[in-house]
Each structure stands twice: as structure tokens, then as C-alpha cells.
């Protein structure tokens, strides 16, 4: 028993489980980091799509449109490629000379001094932000919808005050608006929370790329067979997280909705 015990206390605290315990950082910041973008995207396109001005409509209703139309693998993997290759082409428009780009023989980039190594916080950042910009999109439609919601006779209290359009844009409608964008923006949390597992995608080792790395079949030349498959142990651990993390949320956001709702229900109703 005691031999069992010592065995898996060294197995569970090697190197490898200890990095594989350390990336869950990288899940946690990239969903706290692409939640908060996504909300502030989402309010920008909100803004857009309530413009009186028919371009800035048009905008936001271009960007939350054409963004949630596109699936989210693909715009997570174009987006940090098409940004690392174009800071790559501004950088070789300033550092590359005829002869090191005609002494370059690799398609890309122009030149050798040019190339952006990216490392993992650079791919986690870029990641974060892709799932900012896609999730944005159907914040922008939450949020849109939330702002339709708020009692015109609010707004209309704000205007009576002397208030400009500004202020009661800001101060008043997307004010009141959180009780009606809550619900729904729960939703895109938790759609934001399942897309942390694509960041394997952009060479982040994180939780399922080290979960699917331990628990391959090991084998040792001087030991043999360590281990057959246990790939659906580790996963069972990643959804055992993962439904933690949507009780820790929907407890969150129930007591945030009770917080933001106080006054303002009772009064609507």
C-alpha cells in the first residue's frame, strides 16, 4: 500500500504532470483576457449598430455578421498568422535590403532579420484576442438587443435632464442595459471557456496538448511499457475542470445579475 502510494506521488509530481499542472494558467488567462475583449468589442459594435450615422450602422452590423459566419478554427488560426506576417512585411519594408531579400530562400519572410519569432505569451495574447474578435461579434448582438431593451421612458427621463446624447448613451442606457445583456452574455462565456481548448492549435502546450501527450502509451527502452493508453483518464480530468468552471460561472453571473438587477427590475415591472 504504502509502495502504491509513494509510486504515484512521484508519477503525478514529475516534470511533465508539474507542466502540465502549470498550463492551466494558460487556459484561465486566455479566457479571462478573450471574455473581456469580447465584451469590449461587443460594446463597440453595439455603439455602431445604434449610430444614427449609417456607416457606423453598417460597420458594426458588418462585423457582427461576417464574424459569427465564420467558423471559429478558422478564424483563430488566420487571425495570428495574418497579424505575425503582416507586422513581418512592415518590418522587412524597414530592415530587408535587395541583397539579403535576393539571398533569402525561403518563401517567407523577405529576409531572415525580418522574421518575428513568436513564443508562447505571444501566441497566447494573439489567442486572446482572436477569441475577443470572434465572440465579440455575438456580444455585439447581446448587447444590441440588451440596449432595445432598456424602458424608453428612461431615456427619455435622461434627455428632460439636460443630458447630451453622449451621456445618456453612456451613463444611463448601457448603465441599466446590464440586467438584459447578463443572461446572454453567459452564454458567450461559457462558448468562450470550451474554445480555450483550441489553443493547442497555435503551439500553446496547454492543458489537452499535455493531456494528450501523457496519456499516450509510454514505453522506456530499459523498462518497457510504462503505461498503455490512458488518454481518457486525462481528458476525464480536463472535463472534470472544465464542469467546474461552468458551476464557479453560472454562480458568478447569478450573483452579478441579482447585484445588477436590484432597483431596476422591480421598477420596469
Given at each position: 500500500m504504502t509502495d502504491d502510494i509513494a509510486y504515484w506521488f512521484s508519477y503525478l509530481t514529475n516534470g511533465k504532470h508539474l507542466t502540465w499542472y502549470a498550463s492551466f494558467q494558460f487556459t484561465i488567462f486566455a479566457a479571462l483576457a478573450g471574455g473581456t475583449l469580447a465584451v469590449v468589442f461587443g460594446l463597440i459594435g453595439a455603439t455602431l449598430k445604434n449610430s444614427r450615422f449609417f456607416p457606423l450602422r453598417l460597420i458594426g452590423t458588418i462585423y457582427s455578421s461576417i464574424v459569427r459566419g465564420v467558423p471559429d478554427v478558422l478564424f483563430f488560426l488566420f487571425f495570428p498568422l495574418a497579424f505575425e506576417q503582416a507586422v513581418e512585411w512592415v518590418a522587412a519594408t524597414q530592415v530587408c535590403s535587395p541583397e539579403a531579400i535576393a539571398?533569402?530562400?525561403?518563401?517567407?519572410?523577405?529576409?531572415?532579420?525580418?522574421?518575428?519569432?513568436?513564443?508562447?505569451?505571444?501566441?497566447?495574447?494573439?489567442?486572446?484576442?482572436?477569441?475577443?474578435?470572434?465572440?465579440?461579434?455575438?456580444?455585439t448582438n447581446v448587447i444590441h438587443g440588451a440596449l432595445r431593451s432598456v424602458p424608453n421612458g428612461q431615456l427619455e427621463a435622461a434627455r428632460a435632464y439636460g443630458m447630451s446624447a453622449a451621456q445618456v448613451l453612456w451613463r444611463v442606457h448601457i448603465r441599466q442595459m446590464w440586467v438584459?445583456?447578463?443572461?446572454?452574455?453567459?452564454?458567450?462565456?461559457?462558448?468562450?471557456?470550451?474554445?480555450?481548448?483550441?489553443?493547442?492549435?497555435?503551439?500553446?502546450?496547454?492543458?489537452?496538448?499535455?493531456?494528450?501527450?501523457?496519456?499516450?502509451?509510454?514505453?522506456?527502452?530499459?523498462?518497457?511499457?510504462?503505461?498503455?493508453?490512458?488518454?481518457?483518464?486525462?481528458?476525464?480530468?480536463?472535463?472534470?475542470f472544465y464542469i467546474l468552471v461552468t458551476l464557479i460561472s453560472e454562480k458568478a453571473f447569478n450573483a452579478i445579475m441579482r447585484r445588477a438587477g436590484r432597483g431596476i427590475l422591480s421598477e420596469a415591472q
Open positions: 539571398a533569402q530562400t525561403a518563401a517567407w519572410p523577405p529576409c531572415k532579420e525580418a522574421n518575428w519569432f513568436l513564443g508562447t505569451p505571444e501566441y497566447l495574447i494573439l489567442a486572446s484576442v482572436s477569441l475577443g474578435l470572434v465572440y465579440g461579434a455575438f456580444a438584459y445583456a447578463l443572461p446572454g452574455l453567459s452564454n458567450v462565456w461559457m462558448l468562450i471557456v470550451k474554445a480555450t481548448s483550441l489553443l493547442s492549435l497555435l503551439q500553446i502546450a496547454d492543458i489537452v496538448l499535455w493531456a494528450d501527450r501523457l496519456g499516450a502509451p509510454n514505453f522506456l527502452p530499459t523498462v518497457g511499457l510504462v503505461h498503455e493508453d490512458w488518454r481518457w483518464r486525462y481528458y476525464l480530468v480536463l472535463f472534470v
